[in-house]
Structures are given as C-alpha cells and as structure tokens.
C-alpha cells in the first residue's frame, strides 16, 4: 500500500510506491532503488511542443509535394 512518506521513510518501503503530487508539479516514486521525480508539466509542454513541429512539418511537407515544378 502506498501512503505520503517522507524521504527517509519512501528509502525504508519495500514495495514499490508512486504518488501523483498534482498535474502541475510532478510524480515522485520509490522502486526500492533511487528516487524517481519525473516533471509532468514540462513532459506534457515538450510533447505539445512536439506534436506542433510535427504538424507543421507534416504540412510543409504536404504543401510541397503538391507544387508543381515550373521552368
């Protein structure tokens, strides 16, 4: 079972335990090796950020093969 720990006691657990601190700030776990604190918000602007680019690109793309060469 996982409950709000602190850092010296998330050390002591033996199972596997995350916690969702809130969709702005980040998820934090404990394995039972290292701590593991990954940054939601910043994961979820680099893959909006991401999927943007890839759009533009994918029209670019579209917009250019559909032009005709002229002499």
């Known amino acids: 079972m996982c409950r709000?720990?602190?850092a010296n006691e998330a050390q002591s657990?033996?199972?596997p335990c995350v916690?969702?601190?809130s969709p702005t700030t980040a998820l934090?776990?404990?394995?039972?090796?290292?701590d593991f604190a990954f940054?939601?918000?910043q994961h979820l602007a680099q893959e909006r950020c991401n999927a943007?680019?890839?759009?533009i690109e994918s029209k670019l793309?579209?917009?250019l093969?559909?032009?005709n060469m002229q002499r």
């Open 61 to 63: 793309t579209a917009d």
């Open 13 to 15: 657990l033996t199972a």
């Open 65 to 67: 093969a559909s032009v």
């Open 4 to 6: 709000h720990t602190s």
């Open 19 to 21: 916690m969702l601190v």
């Open 39 to 41: 940054a939601i918000d």
């Open 28 to 34: 934090i776990g404990n394995f039972g090796q290292r």
């Open 52 to 55: 943007v680019s890839q759009a």
